[in-house]
T-cell receptor, first 113, second 117 residues
Framework: SQQGEEDPQALSIQEGENATMNCSYKTSINNLQWYRQNSGRGLVHLIL?????REKHSGRLRVTLDTSKKSSSLLITASRAADTASYFCATDAGYSSASKIIFGSGTRLSIRP | DTGVSQNPRHKITKRGQNVTFRCDPI?????LYWYRQTLGQGPEFLTY????????KSRLLSDRFSAERPKGSFSTLEIQRTEQGDSAMYLC???????????????FGNGTRLTVT
């Protein structure tokens, strides 16, 4: 079963707007990662946030983590056409299997010119 | 860093045939993962290795699937007696793991797309 579930499943916004995607997970984690996938390609790592961190920034990306709610969000500011892709959160499977990385079902982001 | 390489990129096979895919990870990475992805879904965990040891295999996998990583370098994923439901993108990823729960980012290959006719 999926550890993480993203919301919304699909998002379409105008270029220049901000895009926010959410991820919920089920078990305790050591860290949470966000990945991006362009159509027909492998996934590319965007950012990793550890369980003792609450917020992390990387360029136009901002990730938050709320371990009490078992949720994370990815914010992309000032979106560009090149940001069109699917975005996935990934977590380890909890203390019993901490090296196994499980992905959610993803958010498909479309940026309209 | 030459990246993760997967071969072949595409494979078309008839139902009932066996197929084998190869993954060459980034050379200094000790962890290697296999995932399966169908259209519109996230990658589904299949199995992973730390060096040459296969540490976990998904319960979703039937006995028709097997993976190896001899000498902790490249890995192969074999599917025996393929079924149409096996049609998917098979993704390989590697990472440098330093301990339990200390997960470094995964580096993915571009996948092998399997079509079973």
């Amino acid at each position: 079963s999926q550890q993480g579930e993203e919301d919304p499943q699909a998002l379409s916004i105008q270029e220049g707007e901000n895009a926010t995607m959410n991820c919920s997970y089920k078990t305790s984690i050591n860290n949470l990662q966000w990945y991006r996938q362009n159509s027909g390609r492998g996934l590319v790592h965007l950012i990793l946030i550890r369980s003792n961190e609450r917020e992390k920034h990387s360029g136009r990306l901002r990730v938050t983590l709320d371990t009490s709610k078992k949720s994370s969000s990815l914010l992309i500011t000032a979106s560009r056409a090149a940001d069109t892709a699917s975005y996935f959160c990934a977590t380890d499977a909890g203390y019993s299997s901490a090296s196994k990385i499980i992905f959610g079902s993803g958010t498909r982001l479309s940026i309209r010119p | 860093d030459t990246g993760v390489s997967q071969n072949p990129r595409h494979k078309i096979t008839k139902r009932g045939q066996n197929v084998t895919f190869r993954c060459d990870p980034i050379s200094e990475h000790n962890r290697l993962y296999w995932y399966r992805q169908t259209l519109g879904q996230g990658p589904e965990f299949l199995t992973y290795f730390q060096n040459e040891a296969q540490l976990e295999k998904s319960r979703l996998l039937s006995d028709r699937f097997s993976a190896e990583r001899p000498k902790g370098s490249f890995s192969t994923l074999e599917i025996q007696r393929t079924e149409q439901g096996d049609s998917a993108m098979y993704l390989c990823a590697s990472s440098r793991g330093t301990g339990t729960g200390d997960n470094s980012p995964l580096h993915f290959g571009n996948g092998t797309r399997l079509t079973v006719t």
